[in-house]
């Protein structure tokens, strides 16, 4: 599988963004898909996950209440809202899949085998 991720770009402080990944070569069934995020001097952060099939969802502390991961089957689309956008949550947003990831590795990056490039949320006061 191949991943396009879209849809990030500038935005206020609490202001609202909605990413998308999107696969190609294949559907996302059977795969876990991660979104993570890295800004400048940082290291790479787990940001949300869902497993397609079933659709159990996880998230950072840090974004919980305020993104949702969710999927869009009829499109083969792995969508991340993010509502309440803080300054901190500047970063390039990225995705990645794996079809063999245990639950608890899900928040690792190293456990996925697929990334996708990154794209930019920009949040200013």
């Known amino acids: 599988v191949q991943l396009q991720a879209s849809g990030g770009g500038p935005v206020q402080a609490g202001g609202s963004l909605r990413l998308s990944c999107a696969a190609s070569?294949?559907?996302?069934?059977?795969?876990?898909v991660g979104w993570f995020r890295q800004s400048p001097g940082k290291e790479r952060e787990f940001v949300a996950g869902?497993?397609?099939?079933?659709?159990?969802?996880y998230y950072a502390d840090s974004v919980k209440g305020r993104f949702t991961i969710s999927r869009e089957s009829a499109r083969n689309l792995v969508n991340l809202q993010m509502n309440s956008l803080r300054l901190e949550d500047t970063a390039v947003y990225s995705c990645?899949?794996?079809?063999?990831?245990?639950?608890?590795?899900?928040?690792?990056?190293?456990?996925?085998?697929?990334w996708g490039q990154g794209t930019l949320v920009t949040v200013s006061s």
């Open positions: 990645a899949a794996s079809r063999t990831i245990i639950q608890s590795s899900i928040r690792m990056a190293s456990a996925y085998a697929t």
């Open positions: 869902i497993k397609w099939s079933g659709g159990s969802t």
């Open positions: 070569g294949r559907t996302f069934s059977g795969y876990t």
